[in-house]
């Protein structure tokens, strides 16, 4: 019986010290039928010849060549010259263990799932441990703890810790959002998950993922981004809408808590980092928000957990005062400064012109 093809798909740019170590861990995995694809989104170092030096060695390896034109548009090419049945994603730093796209393809092809998957470490981090049970669950069911359990966030909001059938990419046209130098992978994942039956869950760190200080590398996530309201709107009406599409309405409170929760939280960033925005930017985006209409269902019914949550920005939101909503959020935003500090590196969810990644 022939193994099904796994394509793994590579973005890379300016990561000469690091991808050859990367592209190594994914030649070595246990799963031999595999076909991998460097995508060299124009790298102003070593980057490309590199890949170009690894392809000639061995023949699983593809290299394309693009302009500069951000991540998403890397993986949507990788994703067009794939042809596997399946599909991995690999940041060209980072580091995958020899058993990970084995153990992914075992459990979607034994239980019959349509996306698998696992959990990832920190190599030179400390870690925390994720509820993430082993087996398999209603595609539903995870949607809704992924958006409601915040140790599982991080897994299903980034495509790298997955293993999805090419086919309902295809079929679905499904893409990365080329708009957006952080986030995307959440994007791609909820929206994948849309069309999703049965997910497995492997609760093994095959993911090994490398942080830098700035001196070492500077990516996108190295960023503070204070509009990431605009992200969180996203991925909320499109749960929503898949939820609504289902009839399913009894994890409501339990979203709409969630939500609003992320929304204000949101809010206090913008306000801690108002210069970022402007007066009256900031006051057109706070509109905005209040005026969305699922930020007006969810704040109907938001409560208080904690004695230190405002009680008027809530009020505020749900009455649409947005004059009144800027300053309390630039006080609430400068008492989060004097807790928390503020992130040197600013900058917007937003991609415009060359990409750091």
């Given at each position: 019986m022939n193994k099904p093809l796994v394509s793994?798909?590579?973005?890379?740019?300016?990561?000469?010290?690091?991808?050859?170590?990367?592209?190594e861990s994914?030649?070595?995995?246990?799963?031999?039928?595999?076909?991998?694809?460097?995508?060299?989104?124009?790298?102003?170092?070593?980057?490309?010849?590199?890949?170009?030096?690894?392809?000639?060695?061995?023949?699983?390896?593809?290299?394309?060549h693009q302009h500069n034109s951000g991540v998403s548009a890397a993986r949507n090419a990788g994703l067009n010259a794939a042809t596997g049945e399946y599909v991995q994603f690999l940041d060209s730093d980072d580091v995958i263990e020899e058993g990970m796209t084995a153990a992914l393809v075992t459990v979607i092809q034994n239980q019959l799932c349509?996306?698998?998957?696992?959990?990832?470490?920190?190599?030179?981090?400390?870690?925390?441990?994720?509820?993430?049970?082993?087996?398999?669950?209603?595609?539903?069911?995870?949607?809704?703890?992924?958006?409601?359990?915040?140790?599982?966030w991080a897994v299903f909001h980034s495509a790298c810790y997955m293993l999805f059938k090419r086919q309902i990419i295809v079929s679905n046209q499904i893409q990365f959002n080329t708009e957006?130098?952080?986030?995307?992978?959440?994007?791609?994942?909820?929206?994948?998950?849309?069309?999703?039956?049965?997910?497995?869950?492997?609760?093994?760190?095959?993911?090994?993922?490398?942080?830098?200080?700035?001196?070492?590398?500077?990516?996108a996530v190295s960023y503070f981004p204070p509009d990431l309201y605009v992200l969180k709107l996203k991925y909320f009406e499109r749960l929503f809408s898949h939820l609504r599409s289902q009839g399913i309405t009894y994890a409501d409170q339990r979203?709409?808590?969630?939500?609003?929760?992320?929304?204000?939280?949101?809010?206090?960033?913008?306000?801690a980092y108002f210069e970022f925005f402007g007066k009256q930017s900031m006051q057109d985006q706070l509109r905005t928000i209040v005026n969305h209409?699922?930020?007006?269902?969810?704040?109907?019914?938001?409560?208080r957990t904690r004695k230190t949550d405002s009680r008027l920005i809530p009020f505020f939101v749900r009455v649409k005062w947005v004059h009144l909503l800027y300053f309390v959020l630039?006080?609430?935003?400068?008492?989060?400064?004097?807790?928390?500090?503020k992130k040197p590196n600013v900058r917007s969810i937003y991609r415009s012109g060359p990409r750091e990644e």
């Open positions: 793994i798909i590579i973005p890379v740019y300016n990561t000469e010290r690091y991808v050859r170590r990367t592209v994914a030649l070595a995995q246990s799963y031999e039928h595999i076909e991998i694809i460097l995508v060299n989104d124009g790298s102003t170092d070593r980057s490309g010849e590199i890949c170009d030096e690894i392809a000639l060695s061995n023949r699983s390896i593809k290299v394309i349509d996306l698998v998957a696992c959990d990832f470490m920190y190599v030179n981090r400390d870690n925390k441990p994720r509820a993430l049970e082993a087996g398999v669950h209603p595609a539903t069911d995870v949607l809704i703890r992924t958006y409601t359990d915040r140790s599982l957006f130098v952080i986030g995307e992978d959440g994007l791609f994942a909820l929206e994948y998950m849309c069309h999703c039956r049965k997910i497995g869950v492997v609760n093994e760190a095959f993911y090994k993922y490398h942080s830098y200080n700035l001196d070492e590398r500077v990516s979203l709409f808590q969630t939500f609003i929760d992320a929304v204000i939280i949101n809010m206090v960033h913008m306000g209409p699922l930020v007006n269902e969810a704040s109907r019914s938001y409560r630039k006080s609430r935003g400068k008492k989060y400064v004097q807790a928390y500090g």
